[in-house]
C-alpha cells in the first residue's frame, strides 16, 4: 500500500488544520486506520485510529476532544481533523494500516512502510 499524507503547514495555537491520507490499493476499504506523529527528538506515537468502515475511533489522551479522525472509503482516503492546536502538537504526522505497524516487533520508525508524512508546526 502506498500512502501520501498532506494538509500541514504552519498554524498558530488555538488554530486548526486537516490533514489527508491517500492510500492506494484495492484493499483500503477493508484496512483498520491509523495517524501516527513524530515530535522532533521523540519517538513516533500513535495519535488515533479508525476501523475499517469508520464506526469506531481511538484517540491519544493528549488528542482527546481536539482531533477528529474520519475515512471516506470511495474516496481511499482518510482524514484527521485538528483543532486548538498546540504547541506540543509540533511534528511530522503519518498515516498508516495499523494492525501492520502494531504487529511490527520493532519501534514504529524501523517498521519499513512509512510515507513521507506531513509536518505540523504550531507557533505561539
Known amino acids: 500500500v502506498h500512502l501520501v499524507e498532506s494538509g500541514g503547514g504552519l498554524v498558530q495555537a488555538g488554530g486548526s488544520l486537516r490533514l489527508s491520507c491517500s492510500a492506494s490499493?484495492?484493499?483500503?476499504?477493508?484496512?483498520?486506520m491509523g495517524w501516527y506523529r513524530q515530535a522532533p527528538g521523540a519517538q513516533r506515537e500513535l495519535v488515533a485510529t479508525?476501523?475499517?468502515?469508520?464506526?469506531?475511533?481511538t484517540y491519544a489522551d493528549s488528542v482527546k476532544g481536539r482531533f477528529t479522525i474520519s475515512r471516506d472509503n470511495t474516496k481511499n482516503t482518510m482524514y484527521l481533523q485538528m483543532n486548538n492546536l498546540k504547541r506540543e502538537d509540533t511534528a511530522v504526522y503519518y498515516c498508516?494500516?495499523?494492525?501492520?505497524?502494531?504487529?511490527?516487533?520493532?519501534?514504529?520508525?524501523?517498521?519499513?512502510?512509512w510515507g513521507q508524512g506531513t509536518q505540523v508546526t504550531v507557533s505561539s
Open positions: 498508516n494500516d495499523i494492525e501492520a505497524v502494531e504487529s511490527w516487533r520493532g519501534t514504529y520508525s524501523d517498521y519499513p512502510n
Open positions: 490499493g484495492s484493499t483500503f476499504s477493508d484496512t483498520p
Open positions: 479508525i476501523t475499517s468502515g469508520g464506526s469506531t475511533t
